[in-house]
């Protein structure tokens, strides 16, 4: 269980390398997660030792989901939901997230 406030959790060097080396433009994450009702919450975050790889921010006060990702190297772009964030409702929820910023 994931609690407010709680260190980010830091995966040693060599796994972290080997699951950036591995994304070759494309990351897939399912999770399942609650948040709060009127809150706002990070529900994942993974990045490398230089930058953001994957983020997404949800906050239950104005119903919006923010999606912030960069791979291959890019600058990091955002695709933003507004008054569809599925964590509004206070119920888990299973989310699968799948970015494949290079296919056409």
């Keep these: 269980k994931i609690r407010p406030r709680t260190a980010h959790l830091i995966l040693p060097p060599k796994y972290s390398q080997f699951l950036h080396s591995n994304f070759q433009g494309s990351i897939g994450v399912h999770l399942v997660a609650r948040q709060a009702l009127k809150s706002s919450a990070t529900i994942i975050s993974l990045s490398s030792a230089s930058s953001l790889i994957l983020q997404i921010i ?3 006060f104005n119903d919006t989901l923010r999606v912030d990702y960069s791979l291959g190297g890019r600058a990091v772009a955002s695709v933003y939901f507004p008054g569809s964030n599925p964590f509004s ?3 888990w929820v299973q989310m699968a997230v799948n970015l494949e910023p290079d296919r056409p």
């Design 89 to 91: 409702g206070g119920e």
């Design 58 to 60: 949800s906050s239950t």
